[in-house]
């Protein structure tokens, strides 16, 4: 039973998780519901087949769902939300039902209703792929209870029988859905996780600079941070390195390294980053912080890595603080740089600002 009950995502990730097994469906279930659409328009003719001739009294009826899908064709090409995508996707499945319905009125024979309704159920199951079980399901539910409404004033030859067929297709669409769901974790586990090694500096545990993808609007030099007015960036390296390096060996090096990250944890908040930028040199990314709290957060890392005991060697830091410009990190980098350039020129294990 694992395939039903796998372990679950961490409530942080739920959104993130729901929005890629969007993105990873979602050309399916678009053109399931563009199919839906057409589909319902083109089953004029089969009206007319069963009139026997060329009657006009379910065109307009099946002509109504282009209400739904023109609304649904327009947001999804504006927005990519998965939850706005679907009040729309599900907007278009109950319109071709009740297109359906509304064309089953004026035919004689209503009991061609029951075919044309487990046709949609298998519309919804595909839809449903791209939604989380937990609003898909009862979305979905909503077909019996159109099917009880319609039949107050149809009146279907089969209600019963479409009923006792419905519901088991029901059931057995959301569980079909729910492992497909529950499938798709092992794959987003798969990613992050990749991911995560993708970006992620293996000594030390913290950013590396491929973490620049994913914090950069693509194609602008701008970052990519919801809700944050100021940044304040930070370019720190260990002042002469190298010679530790000569004296102590790498393994002593490599434990200088751990040493410093963690006193730079220790003076951050969880929402700020670090980068190791490569060597002994550190990028750290200060969220919504004047420039001047910034250059007092700087002066405590150095302070706190100079009186620290790293159990190798007394060290020193020089820093470099900028203020990010809104519009090019890169520019703050280069500010920053030549600030961390002014420190070291003025004797190192100092911080100096670009402001």
Known sequence: MEFLFPKQ??????ETFYQSKYEYYGRIGHFAVIMMGIAEMIYFFTDCQLFGKIKLDTLLPRLSVLIPLVLYILVHKKR???????IFAYLVAHGSMWATIWAVYFLENKDFAREGFIIMHF????????????????IHSLMLLNIAISNQFIH???YTMMITLAIPLYFSIVLMEKVVENSFVQQ???????AE????????????????????????????????ENIVMLILDIDYFKKINDTYGHEDGDKILVFVTEQIKRQIRSDDMIIRWGGEEFVIILKNLSPEVGKRIAERIRQSIEKADNQVSPITVSIGVAAYDKHSYRETFKEADKALYNAKRKGRNKVCCSF
């Open 9 to 14: 995502i961490a409530k942080r990730d739920k």
């Open 188 to 194: 987003y586990n798969a990613q992050k996780k990749l």
């Open 123 to 138: 519309g919804f199951m595909i839809i449903g792929l791209c939604y989380p079980v937990k609003y898909s399901g009862p």
């Open 156 to 158: 279907y030859e089969a």
């Open 80 to 86: 990519k939300d998965y939850k706005i995508n679907m």
């Open 197 to 228: 090694l993708s970006t992620t500096d293996q000594l030390t545990q913290v950013y590396n600079r491929n973490k620049l993808d994913s914090i950069v609007e693509p194609g602008t030099e701008a970052f990519a941070f919801d809700d944050v």
